[in-house]
């Protein structure tokens, strides 16, 4: 089992950047894949970004290609999540998770066994 703890939102101007970070408890950290959903009001949770358990791996939807970046650091048990030229509707709770599945299926939030809180990230126009 692993415990999920996000933190790096805030308030940015759009084109503006944040870095958020996901810290994990427990010693199999390293044997999930992780990835970040997004959930803004009145809508359905978001796919964002998920990296393989070496990292050697990142998968990242259209709308957010070329602006973030997934990593992780599996020896401080944390993931994180580099989001630059931020726009307004980027708006939205961020949330990492963990997942046992392969990384080609895990775009989906079914898919996810573990879940953090959520941080806020709010981009002014």
């Known amino acids: 089992q692993v415990q999920l703890v996000e933190s790096g939102g805030g308030l940015v101007q759009a084109g503006g950047s944040l870095r958020l970070s996901c810290a994990a408890s427990?010693?199999?950290?390293?044997?999930?894949?992780m990835g970040w959903f997004r959930q803004a009001p009145g809508k359905e949770r978001e796919f964002v970004a998920a990296?393989?358990?070496?990292?050697?791996?990142?998968y990242y939807p259209d709308s957010v290609k070329g602006r973030f970046t997934i990593s992780r650091d599996n020896a401080k048990n944390t993931v994180y999540l580099q989001m630059n030229s931020l726009k307004p509707e980027d708006t939205a709770i961020y949330y990492c998770?963990?997942?046992?599945?392969?990384?080609?299926?895990?775009?989906?939030?079914?898919?996810?066994?573990?879940w953090g809180q959520g941080t806020q990230v709010t981009v002014s126009s």
């Open positions: 998770a963990a997942t046992t599945f392969s990384l080609v299926v895990a775009t989906t939030p079914t898919r996810y066994q573990y």
């Open positions: 427990g010693r199999t950290f390293s044997t999930y894949n």
């Open positions: 990296i393989s358990v070496s990292g050697s791996s990142q």
